[in-house]
């Protein structure tokens, strides 16, 4: 994946295989050299770009990604401005960096960006980018997207899955209730991924993640994967490079392949007759018998449900963190959660829709922690005008959200963590209004599974807020809050508390 998080990762293959080749890489680097001079020789002088800083030969702007990009970019914007023109390798990309500009490219432009880079590993992985999130813009992803506007992720639909959302969350507080029995510190950075990818995979394809290894095993390389380095995706001109090195990702595309076979045509033969009981896999194999979907395009839009426990997973996380690191705010929140729920022994659906400030503190959350704090990377084949600048055809558009959502200039006390700043109204995530908050993207590529997110979400947390107090464990003086950047942006270290029963 292109995405720009992993491309220090992709350095570092690039490297290792350079240093395993010699010859190879001589080679590289003579048809580059050759390759960057005859481009730059050709190139029309007569558009008015945006800005750039200043780049290196062959890797264009690489170094200047650093451990953190979308921080890294933020930095950037504030020299060259809110869209910078970007080059990473040989690719072109534009880096938008204010709420107004990103107005112009998902809504104002937004038949113009609403393609995706063609990038390796989702072509294979995605079966020539035949999932939801990777498809060109065009009718087929218009097709895909009604079904799962109207199949898979409705109201309705979100709604039949409660049962599972009910028994994952009595299963983690039933973990958890052991460490509190015992007063060790509970892994709540496992157990919180583990209810959420098992209640994706159940209403998925009605497994549970843990309790299949082999589906454990595939869906984590395949997510390393979608990240690693591929020549083509920075180095167009090399692509043929990627068959030569690309024997792992082969190998283990016909694993994932061979899994998905198995999976679709065991669930053919025992086909579910209650309407009720039907996860995402009937639905998608209904529309496959309405002549809405093949074979491979199931395959791919099930490896978009496989992976969609992730992001769910790690705003929980984000929340739990910065409610822990601000005591009043997780008093506020507890006391809330414990008043709605009253002398009940456990949290109901319909107590959560009462539970305010709990909906201010998953928004809150949001703002300073976007899974994707640099939304997945839109794509133009023509060349468009935004603002006054000409943006040439192949060039991909990455929209940091995390910079105008932390923006001084937009809110006050910006990188403070206050649920409160929501409770006027005026911000919801699927406003076209306010585009200073954008959490799950807006125009066509908006994200299509919000309302499944947040049922994922809430419930984490008003469970383990109803149910226990929490402290930090006796060898720790302080709590991290520090950032990895990866496929999401996680917390660095996982959050290890120790749970205590709620007062009676």
């Not at 938008?96 to 294979?124: C, G, N, Q």
């Not at 097709?143 to 983690?172: G, P, T, W």
């Not at 919180?192 to 309790?211: P, S």
């Not at 496959?288 to 992976?307: C, E, R, S």
Request: aromatic share 10%.
């Amino acid at each position: 994946m292109v995405e720009v998080w992993r491309v220090q990762q992709w350095l570092e293959r690039l490297a290792e295989a350079v240093s395993n080749n010699i010859t190879l890489s001589l080679v590289i680097l003579v048809l580059y050299i050759f390759y960057f001079f005859k481009l730059n020789g050709n190139r029309s002088r007569n558009l008015n770009l945006p800005p750039s800083p200043p780049k290196l030969p062959i890797i264009g702007n690489l170094h200047q990604l650093g451990d953190h990009p979308h921080r890294s970019f933020r930095d950037l914007s504030r020299k060259y401005g809110p869209m910078m023109l970007l080059h990473l390798g040989h690719a072109k990309t534009l880096i938008v960096s204010s709420p107004d500009i990103a107005r112009e490219i998902t809504t104002t432009h937004d038949t113009v960006f609403a393609s995706r880079p063609f990038l390796t590993a989702a072509r294979m992985f995605m079966y020539g980018c035949t999932d939801l999130t990777f498809a060109p813009y065009g009718d087929y992803w218009k097709q895909v997207k009604k079904v799962y506007a109207q199949e898979l992720f409705s109201v309705n639909k979100v709604n039949s899955f409660r049962h599972i959302r009910e028994e994952e969350m009595a299963l983690m507080i039933e973990k958890i209730s052991s460490s509190c029995l015992l007063q060790t510190p509970a892994d709540l950075t496992s157990l919180i991924r583990n209810a959420a990818n098992n209640l994706t995979c159940r209403c998925g394809i009605g497994i549970k993640r843990d309790g299949n290894s082999r589906f454990g095993e595939v869906a984590k390389e395949v997510v390393i994967e979608l990240g690693a380095f591929a020549y083509g995706d920075i180095f167009p001109s090399l692509r043929w490079m990627d068959v030569l090195t690309g024997f792992r990702r082969r190998k283990l595309f016909k694993k994932v392949d061979s899994y998905l076979k198995q999976l679709i045509q065991d669930r053919v033969n025992q086909s579910k007759a209650d309407e009720e009981e039907k996860d995402i896999l009937d639905h998608l194999l209904q529309a496959q018998k309405d002549n809405k979907l093949g074979i491979d395009n199931i395959k791919a839009l099930l490896i978009n449900v496989f992976l969609g426990g992730d992001d769910a997973a790690t705003t929980s996380e984000w929340a739990i963190a910065e409610l822990f690191n601000k005591p009043s705010a997780m008093k506020k929140a507890q006391e809330e959660v414990r008043r709605v729920v009253g002398a009940k022994a456990k949290v109901h659906e319909e107590d959560i829709h009462q539970m305010e400030y709990l909906k201010l503190v998953v928004k809150e959350t949001l703002r300073l922690h976007a899974p994707s704090p640099l939304l997945l990377p839109r794509y133009t084949s023509v060349g468009a005008n935004v603002k006054g600048y000409d943006i040439p055809p192949n060039t991909t558009v990455l929209i940091n959200v995390w910079a105008f959502q932390t923006d001084p200039e937009m809110w006050d006390n910006p990188e403070e963590f206050i649920p409160e700043r929501f409770s006027n109204g005026g911000f919801d995530y699927k406003s076209s209004q306010n585009y200073q908050y954008l959490p799950f993207g807006s125009g066509r590529r908006s994200c299509p599974a919000i309302s499944f997110a947040l049922a994922i979400i809430e419930p984490v947390l008003a469970n383990l807020l109803f149910h226990f107090d929490w402290k930090l464990p006796s060898d720790l003086k302080e709590f991290d809050m520090t950032e990895e950047f990866g496929s999401f942006v996680t917390k660095k270290t996982p959050i290890q508390l120790v749970p205590v029963f709620r007062p009676s």
